[in-house]
């Protein structure tokens, strides 16, 4: 794979990694360490966050299904208002 | 191997477009002390590239599966509060107007037990336990 940049190395610590080729391999090795370091935390995070959505969509047809229930007794008692205001008092 | 020489003591080494690539995911700069902490994690794990090439290949597949489990769930979320504001703003209209009904109600007489129990418990409903949804 050829070099399309460069980076800037001590070179003390060049030297105790064995030259260029080892201090690629070691930024190499540390960079996908991180990476699946991060990535972890990413899936973790949708892990928790497709959680909350399933939680949220079991939830709500149970809800959609309480004002349901509260309209029709809502209408309900609408009749029977209209009912006792056409009552001649 | 030709190292090239720089001002701090520090050598400018080439590397690859994957070592951006993997940085620039990272959100990393490669400033020299950077370089220093990420060449001592890699220290620790030199000899587990290809395990670690697999768990990012695993991680990156997974992500991807999860993203696309999560829009889908997202839009079946989105469906379902549309059907919830359209079944809660139902019940919050007729609740209101029988708000309204009620306070007529209450100014008003009824004859019999039965509807003057009605009429004190919608206005118990309506008037004095009412909240807004």
Same mark, same amino acid.
């Given at each position: 794979?050829?070099?399309?940049g %460069?980076?800037?190395?001590?070179?003390?610590?060049?030297?105790?990694?064995?030259?260029?080729?080892? +201090?690629?391999?070691?930024?190499?090795?540390?960079?996908?360490?991180l990476?699946?370091?991060?990535?972890?935390?990413?899936?973790?995070?949708?892990?928790?966050?497709?959680?909350?959505?399933?939680?949220?969509?079991? %939830?709500?047809?149970?809800?959609?299904?309480?004002f349901?229930?509260?309209?029709?007794?809502?209408?309900?008692?609408?009749?029977?208002?209209?009912?006792?205001?056409? &009552?001649?008092? | 191997?030709?190292?090239?020489?720089?001002?701090?003591?520090?050598?400018r080494?080439?590397?690859?477009?994957?070592?951006?690539?993997?940085?620039?995911?990272?959100?990393?700069?490669?400033?020299?002390?950077?370089?220093?902490m990420?060449?001592?994690?890699?220290?620790?794990?030199?000899?587990?590239?290809?395990?670690?090439?697999? +768990?990012?290949?695993?991680?990156?597949? &997974?992500?991807?599966?999860? *993203?696309?489990?999560?829009?889908e769930?997202?839009?079946?979320?989105?469906?379902?509060?549309? *059907?919830?504001?359209?079944?809660?703003?139902?019940?919050?209209?007729?609740?209101?107007?029988?708000?309204?009904?009620?306070?007529?109600?209450? +100014?008003? +007489?009824?004859?019999g037990?039965?509807?003057?129990?009605?009429?004190?418990?919608?206005?118990?409903?309506?008037?004095?336990?009412?909240?807004?949804?």
């Open positions: 794979m050829g070099a399309v %460069e980076v800037r190395v001590p070179g003390g610590l060049l030297v105790e990694v064995g030259g260029e080729e080892g +201090a690629v391999r070691l930024l190499r090795v540390g960079l996908l360490s990476r699946v370091a991060s990535l972890e935390r990413e899936v973790a995070g949708v892990v928790r966050g497709v959680e909350v959505q399933r939680r949220r969509v079991a %939830e709500l047809p149970l809800e959609v299904e309480r349901r229930r509260l309209l029709a007794q809502a209408l309900e008692d609408r009749e029977t208002l209209e009912g006792l205001l056409g &009552e001649k008092g | 191997m030709q190292l090239r020489r720089s001002a701090g003591k520090c050598v080494v080439g590397v690859s477009r994957e070592i951006f690539d993997l940085a620039g995911e990272l959100n990393i700069s490669f400033d020299v002390e950077t370089v220093r990420i060449i001592g994690l890699g220290k620790k794990s030199v000899g587990q590239e290809a395990e670690l090439e697999r +768990a990012l290949k695993r991680l990156e597949e &997974e992500k991807n599966r999860l *993203a696309s489990d999560f829009r769930i997202a839009s079946q979320r989105s469906q379902l509060e549309a *059907a919830w504001v359209g079944a809660r703003n139902r019940f919050a209209g007729v609740s209101r107007d029988n708000r309204v009904l009620a306070m007529h109600l209450s +100014a008003r +007489a009824v004859s037990v039965r509807k003057e129990r009605l009429r004190r418990e919608l206005i118990q409903k309506y008037i004095l336990n009412y909240r807004d949804t």
